[in-house]
């Protein structure tokens, strides 16, 4: 390569660089890539993201999404501009989390910081250095009055003042906006029928927004509110109502305690994903959203909503998960149309929109039996429990239809299955029906298991 092409692409020189890896990585996103196009995704981040030099990496990301087809909504934040601003003119007063009382003082520094904020990030949007990545993004940014607010008034005897709360949002000029392709920015400040300005949260801006929008995604951009297990692990999904148990249980700090009650509440009300990510990653919205287990919280309404029965727009997924595995001889080859004929006896494993395992279940009534099959997980992400999960769904299943026992035709998974409490068996424990179609040159070992 010359030196005149753009440096980005030199790290393809790079000795240790192998463009195998790079062509198995760029197709394994691809999926993810399919379901971005269309989808709305509200992004709440506070001035905190500002201050600590994270707004340009951020808005490169959010560019390459709206790039995909993402329809973006950008909430922006300003508490500690806000503070800086209040601390400069001589006030001791400082904001915290959470809605609080707005002097009039308080209102014309939270106005400067979200005018800067708001430039800072049009700036950002507008950059277009050749060899970076918003070379030739040409993204527009729009900003107005789309919100509605109204005082938070008097509640137990402290008047809130310019304290504001979402009355309603301009959701027709909104969605064209976004529709078109355009980043919709909205500054925590809303406005009254009466022209006065009020002082919004971000946190409670951006739920209100997603909500409104029915959003795909809320993602809040934070500095350190992810949850994470007893051993630092991160948690990276969480059910709404385990999420709500954990706030009343009342242990995580304040921010994050915010941060996941806003989330819950965008989820139950219909936003399908809330998300708690790490700015302080490089690229950590991209690694939530392109790897598997992401880097951040998601809260879900409910975990199993990913389990759910195969349809016909699912067979291509389906049979990229199996191929692999005809070919190597895990599976015995059953051909495209098969799956298409028995796609309705296939469960799915789905998580964001890719499918990544699958088990069909085929049941022989009359024996009261019934045959697990194509029981898969996609091999990057095995090793979870996703195994389980589908096992535990087709026995669930087979119990429902009266089934008494389960069996398996299996070459190389035997000890899975005995572990998972299957014993071995014989042709003559099989259904008559099935005896007659084993396929005695394959000699798969049968499994059973007692449901
Ligand atoms: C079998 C399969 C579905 C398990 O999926 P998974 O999501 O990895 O399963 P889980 O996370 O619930 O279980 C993982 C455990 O199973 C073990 N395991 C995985 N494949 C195994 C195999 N072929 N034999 C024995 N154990 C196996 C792993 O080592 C791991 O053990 P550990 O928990 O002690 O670390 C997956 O390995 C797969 O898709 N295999 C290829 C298809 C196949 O053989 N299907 C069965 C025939 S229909």
Not at 81 to 100: A, D, P
Not at 135 to 141: C, G, L, P
Not at 384 to 413: M, Y
């Amino acid at each position: 390569m010359s030196t005149n092409e753009p440096e980005t692409y030199s790290a393809l020189d790079a000795p240790e660089y192998a463009p195998a890896q790079f062509v198995r990585w760029f197709r394994e996103v691809a999926p993810y890539v399919h379901t971005l196009r269309g989808k709305t995704f509200v992004v709440g981040f506070g001035g905190d993201l500002v201050q600590a030099g994270a707004l340009n990496a951020l808005i490169q990301d959010l560019s390459l999404l709206t790039a995909l087809g993402v329809h973006l909504v950008l909430v922006h934040g300003s508490r500690p501009q806000v503070n800086e601003q209040l601390r400069l003119k001589g006030f001791s007063y400082q904001f915290g989390r959470g809605i609080e009382p707005t002097s009039p003082e308080a209102l014309e520094c939270a106005k400067e910081a979200a005018g800067e904020i708001r430039l800072d990030i049009e700036a950002a949007f507008s950059q277009g250095l050749p060899n970076t990545p918003m070379s030739n993004a040409h993204i527009h940014i729009i900003s107005g009055n789309f919100v509605t607010a109204q005082p938070v008034g008097v509640i137990d005897g402290i008047d809130y003042k310019h304290s504001g709360k979402v009355r309603k949002f301009d959701l027709d000029a909104m969605k064209k906006i976004i529709s078109h392709g355009a980043v919709l920015l909205m500054s925590p400040i809303g406005f009254s029928p009466t022209g006065e300005a009020f002082n919004l949260a971000m946190e409670e801006l951006a739920t209100s927004t997603a909500i409104a929008l029915s959003a795909d995604k809320l993602i809040f951009m934070t500095q350190n509110s992810i949850l994470k297990d007893l051993q630092d692990n991160v948690i990276t999904e969480i059910a709404r109502e385990d999420a709500d148990n954990l706030i009343r249980q009342g242990h995580l700090d304040e921010d994050t305690a915010c941060f996941l009650q806003h989330a819950s509440n965008a989820v139950k009300r219909g936003v399908k994903r809330a998300h708690l990510i790490p700015f302080e990653l490089d690229g950590s919205i991209l690694l939530e959203y392109f790897t598997h287990d992401g880097v951040g919280t998601m809260v879900v309404e409910d975990t199993l909503d990913d389990l759910r029965p195969a349809t016909v727009d699912d067979i291509g997924a389906i049979v990229s998960l199996i191929e692999p595995l005809e070919a190597d001889g895990t599976l015995v080859p059953r051909g495209r149309n098969v799956i298409e004929r028995d796609v309705e006896k296939f469960t799915v494993l789905e998580h964001d929109g890719i499918i990544y395992g699958c088990v069909s279940l085929i049941p022989y009534p009359e024996s009261k039996m019934a045959e697990m099959a194509c029981l898969i997980v996609n091999p990057d992400w095995q090793g979870s429990g996703e195994g389980e999960i589908l096992l535990r769904h087709a026995e669930n299943k087979a119990r429902a239809l009266g089934v008494k026992r389960l069996f398996v035709l299996t070459t190389r998974t035997s000890h899975w299955f005995v572990k998972r409490g299957f014993v071995q068996g014989t042709i003559n424990d099989l259904p008559a029906e099935k005896q007659m179609n084993y396929n005695r040159s394959r000699n798969s070992l049968i499994f059973i298991k007692k449901l």
